[in-house]
C-alpha cells in the first residue's frame, strides 16, 4: 500500500473532497486528510460556507470512518492577508474581485500544499471538477471536467507547472451525480449540501453590508451619469455597485438602466441602456500560461469571462509575456474588470488573467 | 495508514483504564445493576458498593466519608465548588470577592468568569512567577474578609508546577475563607491528605489515573457553606441528586487504590525518564525552554517552547511518526490561542504558540523516550528550515 506514496486530501466535509478521499484510499495511496481553518467575521463564524464548526465535524466523521489521520489547519490570519484585504481593496478601488482565485493561488495551492510537501507528501488532492493530463513532454495539462456543468478550471488557471506537478482530482472524470451515487456507495456521512456560489466568508450575506462593517473608508456618494454626460440621480459610493447591475440604482425612469462603468476618478457611476453593456474588446492582465507562453502572438481561443458564463469564440493578441487584448466574435454583456477572462483550446486551458477597465490601460509589467 | 506505531505520551489528557480497575466495575453494569435508593436486595447491593467505593476514597483523602460527593468528572467536581461555595457565601455572609490563580483550568477560570460575568461577583487574579507558581505572601497581599472563596489548582495541566497549598491553605483559614483546590492532575502522583493539604474542597477526576472518563469526586469539608448545583432526589446529602453512577463510582475507587499500590513505583520510574527528556531536549535542540518549574513539577510532566516552531504543525508532524503529545493548552480544533496560562507566566503570544506538553506514563518505557527524542529533534529542525 505504499508503493502508490502519500496523498493529502483537502477536505471540506461535503461530498466532493470526502468521495475524493476515499476514492484515493480506494485506490491505495496512504491517505492524510487535511482541512483549511479559514477566516470568518467575528460572531457570523456559524455561517461561514466552507469551514464551520459543523463542516469540521462532517469532515472528521469521514476522515474517521476512511481510518486516516486528519488535521486542521489554521489560515486565519493568512487568509485575512491574501484574500479578504484584497478583496475589500479592489472594490474600494472599483473593480468586483473574485477572492477564489487569490485563494487557490495563495492559501490552497499556497500554504495548505506547503503542510503537505512539509510532512513528506508525495501528492496534493482537492474535490475540484477538473482533469489533468501529464504528457511526454513532462508538462502537465488542464482540461475541463467531464461534467460540464461542474467544471471548475476556471477558478483553477492560476496553477503553475510546480503546483500541478504534485496534484491530483480524482473526480474530474466523474459526473456530479456519479459522485453522489458514490457517497452512498461508500456509505460517507456527508450532509446533502447545497451548492452555492456565495464566497465563503460573507456566508451568504450581501457583500455590501460586509463591506461597511469591515472597512475604514467612508463611503462618498457621487452622481450616476449616462454616457452622454447627462445627470440621472446619486450612487451611494461606487463599491456598492457591480458592472450590470440594474436593480437598486434609484433612478426615476421608465427604460431600464444598467451600470457600466465605475469612474473612480470622478466618483462617478456611468450607466447605459442593454446595448450598451455589450463589449468585443478588452485587455487582460497578469496572465499565467499553464504550458508557457504561447508560441504565437495571435491565437483562436475560447474564452470565459466569468465562472458562469459560456465559453465564446474569439482571438487574443499576445502583447506581452503576461498581457493579452481579447477580441471576441460577438460582443458579450457586463465584461467586469476584476474577475477572470481564462483561455482554452477544446477542452484545454491555457490560462487566464484578470479583465482591466480599458484598451487604454497599461500593462502590470 | 493502518497499523502506524502508536506510542502515546499524553497521560495528562487522559490515561488508559487498568484492567484491575474495568474488572472491579464490570458487575455492575449487569448483574449488581441495583439503585442504592431502593428497600430491597439489589438496592442494598448498590448501596454498599457505593459506601465501599466512598470509604476507599474517604481513607486516602483521610476524610470522612461523607465529605465526599461524586461527581462526573474533574469538570463538575470545579464547577460545583466554585459556583455552589460562592453563591451560598454571598447567601450567607453577602461575601462577593473570589480570588483566583491566573493558572487555573478553564473548568475554574471559566466558571469564576461567569460567576462575575453574571452573577456579579468581583474576580480578582493572584499573580504568579515566571514559573507559573503562585506566592502565599501574594494570597495575603489580596485576600479579604469578604472574599467568598479562592481557588489555586494543585499541580497545573499544562506546565505541570506544583503550588504550596499548604501555605496558602493557612492564610485563607486565618480569614475563614473557604478554599479549593483543582487535584485532578496531582492525584497519581502527590500527597492528598486533606489534613495536611487544608484544604475546604478539593476536585479529583479518574481517567486521569487509569480510571474511566465521567466520573470524580469533590471533598466538602463539614460545614463548608455549598449550594447544590444540581437539584432533585437528595443523593449525596442534597448537594448532587442523581441516581450515583455505580459502575463508574466503583472504577474510581479502584483506581485510587491502584495508585495507592503503584505511585511510589510510577515516580521513581518516570521522573527519571522524565528528567532524561527535559535534559535532552534543552541541550540539543536549540531554542528551547522548559516551561514551568524544573523541580516542583509534576515526575510524569514534561513541557517546553521552541521559538519559532508553530505547535499545530509540530503535534501534527509528531502523529504522524506514531508519537502523541499535545500542546499543553485546552484547544483543539484548529483555532489556536496562545494559552492563558503562558500568558500569565510572562510569555509573548507567539512563543505561547511553540508550546508542546510531553506526559508519561505507567507504560511509557525508556526506548519509546528514545525513540521521541530522535523524532523530536528531526522535525524540529525541519520545521525550523
Ligand atoms: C487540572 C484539571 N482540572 C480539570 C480537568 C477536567 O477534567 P474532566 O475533563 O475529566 O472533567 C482537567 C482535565 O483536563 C485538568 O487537567
Known sequence: MRKKGTVVIAMSGGVDSSVCAALLVKQGYSVIGMMLKLWSENGHEAENRCCTPDSQRLAKNVAAQLDIPFYIIDAKNDFYDAVVTPFMQDYLAGITPNPCLRCNRNIRWGLLLENAQQIGADFFATGHYAILRHNKAQSVRLFRARDDTKDQSYVLHVLNQRDLEKTLFPIGNYLKSEVRQLAIDFKLPVAVRRDSQDLCFLGGGDYRDFLRRNTQEPFIPGKIIDQHGNVLGEHQGLPFYTIGQRKNLGINSTKPHYVIKKDVLTNSLIVGDKETTLKKEFFVNGVNWINGLPKHSHLRVGVKVRYRAPILNGTIQIYAENQVRVFLDEPYYDITPGQAAVFYQKECCLGGGLITENADSRSEG | ?385
Request: include cysteine; charged fraction near 20%.
Open chain 2, 1 to 385: 495508514m493502518k497499523n502506524r506505531p502508536r506510542i502515546y505520551l499524553d497521560y495528562s489528557a487522559t490515561t488508559p483504564i487498568a484492567q484491575p480497575v474495568l474488572n472491579a466495575m464490570l458487575p455492575f453494569f449487569k448483574d449488581e445493576f441495583g439503585n442504592p435508593s431502593s428497600i430491597h436486595i439489589f438496592g442494598q447491593k448498590a448501596e454498599g458498593a457505593l459506601e465501599n467505593a466512598r470509604n476507599t476514597i474517604a481513607s486516602f483523602l483521610n476524610c470522612r466519608s461523607d465529605e465526599l460527593i461524586f461527581t462526573s468528572g474533574g469538570t463538575e467536581s470545579d464547577n460545583l465548588a466554585l459556583r455552589g461555595v460562592a453563591l451560598a457565601r454571598r447567601k450567607n455572609f453577602g461575601a462577593n470577592h473570589i480570588l483566583i490563580s491566573p493558572v487555573e483550568h478553564h473548568a475554574v477560570s471559566k466558571t469564576a468568569q461567569q460567576l462575575a460575568k453574571i452573577f456579579g461577583f468581583e474576580l480578582e487574579l493572584l499573580e504568579v512567577d515566571s514559573y507559573g507558581l503562585v506566592s502565599p505572601e501574594n494570597l495575603r497581599q489580596k485576600i479579604r474578609h469578604d472574599t467568598a472563596l479562592v481557588s489555586i489548582i494543585y499541580a497545573n495541566n499544562e506546565i505541570g508546577s506544583i503550588n504550596p497549598i499548604p501555605e496558602c491553605a493557612k492564610i485563607c483559614r486565618e480569614f475563614s475563607v473557604p478554599f479549593h483546590s483543582d487535584a485532578v492532575q496531582a492525584t497519581a502522583y502527590l500527597p492528598l491528605n486533606v489534613n495536611i493539604l487544608n484544604v475546604d474542597l478539593l476536585s479529583i477526576g479518574a481517567h486521569k489515573f487509569y480510571g474511566p472518563k465521567g466520573i470524580g469526586a469533590l471533598y466538602v469539608k463539614q460545614h463548608t457553606p455549598i449550594l447544590p448545583m444540581q437539584t432533585g432526589g437528595g443523593q449525596e446529602w442534597g448537594i448532587r441528586s442523581g441516581t450515583p453512577n455505580i459502575p463508574y463510582i466503583v472504577g474510581l475507587a479502584e483506581a485510587i487504590k491502584f495508585v495507592e499500590n503503584y505511585q511510589n513505583e510510577w515516580i521513581e520510574h518516570l521522573q527519571r525518564l522524565r528528567d532524561e527528556l527535559i535534559s535532552y531536549v534543552l541541550e540539543n535542540i536549540p531554542d528551547s525552554q522548559l516551561t514551568g518549574h524544573p523541580t516542583l513539577r509534576l515526575p510524569n510532566h514534561a513541557s517546553f517552547v521552541f521559538d519559532g516552531v508553530d505547535s499545530q504543525k509540530l503535534l501534527m508532524l509528531l502523529d504522524l511518526e506514531g508519537f502523541a503529545c499535545s500542546s499543553g493548552s485546552a484547544c483543539k480544533t484548529g483555532n489556536p490561542l496562545p494559552s492563558d496560562v503562558l500568558l500569565a507566566m510572562g510569555y509573548s503570544p507567539k512563543l505561547a504558540l511553540s508550546s508542546l506538553r510531553v506526559t508519561l506514563g505507567k507504560d511509557t518505557t525508556q526506548e519509546q523516550i528514545e525513540r521521541f527524542l530522535t523524532s523530536l529533534e528531526k522535525i524540529i529542525a525541519k520545521i525550523r528550515s
